[in-house]
């Protein structure tokens, strides 16, 4: 799946496209009025079984669909500058089309929408592949951050007090991190499983703002995906501890475990528990596993999602 999300709709600071990127492995997020100008994403929209999530008289209903497409193309923004960038690209406007009746009205309340039948991009990218999947309801889990971010959003505009008497409990809203804001487009997750003198090391790397990935256990791998101004981090320090005694040299790390606790101010479980409670979509295999998790977590703190909870005085 390939997210293609209007200049304008980066620059808000509660994204839905975003979420949906960080929950879904392998999923890619570029920022541009269209594929053109960059090489692998003008070959992916020529590449037969490329089609367009768009709504349209000349849209396929997704139950319709006979056979799934390999890449989906996902345009994020308002309606008006999602149907702008349409229109403005030959490759984009060229692809076929797949769209959806919603069962039911957004739950995006923080946000109007146009009309009874426009969803937010997360509602309608779990209801897409839920339709196209073979195992109904596999995607579903990645609302859950959504509703989450929702309710906080909501819960914030209220102004419920922390302190009220029906409330024991209150869960305050954690802003975006400053740090994590100021390093999201230079940020690179990374993680490793196996040992150099058994079967040697497998590493999964991701970018959070294009999602380009490595996954390689081959020497030589990881030096030409890092840049130098990246900003690598892990669940815990063991990544960079290895990175760095293999003889990689890594201008800035982020321990996210750390980091995490300390935004939170509460002890953190496991990654991949904390990544499933914001509704990560787990794959099967380590470490890709826990990459994603990783992801999910980054694309919580930034939306405020993941929450910090206070005794009320």
């Known amino acids: 799946m390939v997210f293609l999300q209007h200049p304008r709709e980066a620059r808000m600071p509660v994204s839905t496209c975003r979420l949906a990127h960080l929950s879904l492995p392998n999923s ?7 594929p053109e100008g960059n090489a692998r994403l003008e070959a ?14 000349e849209a396929t209903d997704v139950r319709d669909v006979a056979t799934p497409p390999r890449t989906l193309v996902v345009v994020d923004g308002t309606w008006n500058n999602a149907r702008k960038l349409v229109a403005r690209s030959s490759l984009i406007a060229a692809l076929p089309r797949i769209g959806f009746t919603p069962a039911r009205p957004s739950n995006y ?20 592949l839920d339709a196209l999947d073979a195992s109904p309801g596999r995607f579903t889990p990645i609302l859950g951050v959504f509703d989450r971010m929702v309710e906080l959003q909501l819960a914030f505009i209220r102004g419920d007090s922390p302190a009220s008497p029906s409330r024991p409990r209150h869960v305050a809203r954690v802003a975006p991190p400053d740090r994590l804001r100021e390093i999201r487009a ?6 490793a499983a196996g040992y150099r003198q058994q079967t040697g090391i497998r590493w999964v790397a991701r970018r959070i703002d294009s999602g380009e990935t490595l996954d390689s256990s ?3 791998a990881f030096g030409s995906f890092a840049r130098a101004d990246d900003v690598w ?8 501890d290895v990175l760095r005694g293999e003889g990689h040299e890594l201008a800035a790390w982020l321990d996210l475990k750390r980091y995490t ?5 509460r002890r953190v479980h496991g990654v991949e528990q904390l990544g499933a409670s914001v509704g990560a979509v787990l794959p ?3 470490p890709l596993r826990e990459l994603v998790a990783a992801e999910a977590v980054v694309g919580a703190l930034l939306a405020g999602v993941l929450r910090r909870e206070r005794e009320s005085g």
Not at 109 to 128: L, Q
């Open 28 to 34: 890619e997020l570029h920022v541009a009025m269209g």
């Open 44 to 57: 992916m929209a020529r590449e037969p079984g490329t089609a367009l999530l768009f709504p349209g008289a």
């Open 109 to 128: 309340r923080i946000r109007r929408e146009p009309a009874p039948h426009c969803v937010s991009t997360i509602e309608a990218v779990a209801h897409v």
């Open 186 to 191: 230079r940020l690179v997750l990374v993680s």
């Open 218 to 220: 081959q020497d030589g």
């Open 233 to 240: 981090a892990g669940w815990g320090d063991y990544p960079g």
């Open 261 to 265: 606790t300390g935004v939170l101010r």
């Open 284 to 286: 099967a295999e380590r």
